[in-house]
């Protein structure tokens, strides 16, 4: 029997119609068993001969992992980014690769609005002082007071933008293709996002030349009292870096969804004043049935141009 591995942590396999149709044409579906992210070892363990399909989430899909999936012809991610996938291997090895770049861009830009709103109001901090028995007014920021710095004006990044707007925030972009900007936004260099805003969000890709793009030099840049936050992928920002502006003081705060290392144990666990979340951008139920049936979808489409003989399904 063909099977079909679905190695992201979380998915609805029994309301996914199109996942259901497979099955019912006789595709056995794998799920992943531990509940995270998977290693590079485990998926490997769990590719094998007889899968010929994967829905993927964020586990490292390596030249190593894609070799030895000797079967593999279609992998299809639940999300957007493409960072933990070898492309040029899967083409190499003629593996259809898919991925769902327009269902989470809502949830991804409204857990950010949510993450500043809470740094800048101080909400957990109040939430722990009451918890432990102190009844303290925390003195914040208005949202629409702040200049806030948006890096990378893609799909995310624009939506980010609106919402801010809505609430009065001064928008200033940066990104490193000509992009067309709406309202009264303003395009900057990056040097001179960072030192302008007051709140800087990031929303671009992570690939080799944007690993560590936020370092000791660029948080350097920031201005004092400044926040950082990141809902798009660990490797952007130099954790260590980040921690010690925190630290110092240069920075008043910063909320992160993604992390270098996942699950994230660091030393930013410590400070107060950072707003941790586990890689949970896109997780609202909406956005996250929406992937689930797009990604199904596109694995459908990847055996129907493979010419696997399979009964087309539709949402």
């Known amino acids: 029997m063909s099977k079909i591995l679905i190695s992201t942590s979380s998915f609805n396999v029994k309301d996914n119609k199109p996942l259901s149709n497979l099955k019912k044409n006789g595709y056995e579906h794998l799920l992943n068993p531990y509940g995270r992210r998977l290693t590079e070892i485990e998926v490997m363990e769990l590719l094998q001969e007889d899968v010929v399909g994967m829905i993927a989430g964020v586990e490292p899909l390596t030249r190593k992992v894609l070799m030895e999936a000797g079967n593999l012809k279609v992998l299809s991610r639940c999300g957007i980014g493409m960072d933990n996938v070898d492309l040029e291997?899967?083409?190499?090895?003629?593996?259809l690769v898919y991925n769902t770049p327009a269902a989470p861009i809502i949830a991804v830009a409204e857990l950010t609005i949510a993450i500043i709103l809470v740094l800048i109001r101080k909400i957990t901090q109040a939430d722990r002082n009451i918890r432990e028995g102190k009844w303290k007014a925390m003195m914040g920021n208005l949202l629409?007071?702040?200049?806030?710095?948006?890096?990378?004006?893609?799909?995310?990044?624009?939506?980010?933008?609106?919402?801010?707007?809505?609430?009065?925030?001064?928008?200033?972009?940066?990104?490193?293709?000509?992009?067309?900007?709406?309202?009264?936004?303003?395009?900057?260099?990056?040097?001179?996002?960072?030192e302008l805003?007051?709140?800087?969000?990031?929303?671009?890709?992570?690939?080799?030349?944007?690993?560590?793009?936020?370092?000791?030099?660029?948080?350097?840049?920031?201005?004092?009292?400044?926040?950082?936050?990141?809902?798009?992928?660990?490797?952007?920002?130099?954790?260590?870096?980040?921690?010690?502006?925190?630290?110092?003081?240069?920075?008043?705060?910063?909320?992160?969804?993604?992390?270098e290392e996942e699950p994230y144990k660091g030393p930013l666990c410590s400070l107060p004043q950072v707003i941790l979340t586990a890689h949970m951008g896109s997780y609202a139920r909406e956005a996250r049935t929406q992937m689930e049936l797009e990604a199904a979808e596109n694995l459908i489409k990847g055996f129907q141009e493979k010419g696997i003989d399979i009964e087309r399904t539709s949402k």
């Open 144 to 194: 629409a007071s702040q200049t806030v710095g948006v890096i990378g004006y893609g799909r995310i990044g624009k939506r980010v933008s609106q919402l801010l707007h809505a609430f009065g925030s001064k928008i200033i972009v940066y990104d490193k293709h000509e992009v067309s900007l709406e309202a009264d936004f303003k395009f900057y260099t990056m040097d001179e996002v960072l």
């Open 89 to 95: 291997a899967a083409r190499e090895l003629d593996i």
């Open 197 to 259: 805003a007051d709140i800087v969000t990031l929303h671009v890709p992570y690939e080799a030349s944007t690993h560590h793009l936020i370092n000791k030099d660029k948080l350097a840049l920031m201005k004092p009292g400044a926040m950082l936050v990141n809902t798009s992928r660990g490797g952007l920002v130099d954790e260590q870096a980040l921690l010690s502006s925190l630290q110092s003081g240069q920075l008043a705060g910063a909320g992160l969804d993604a992390f």
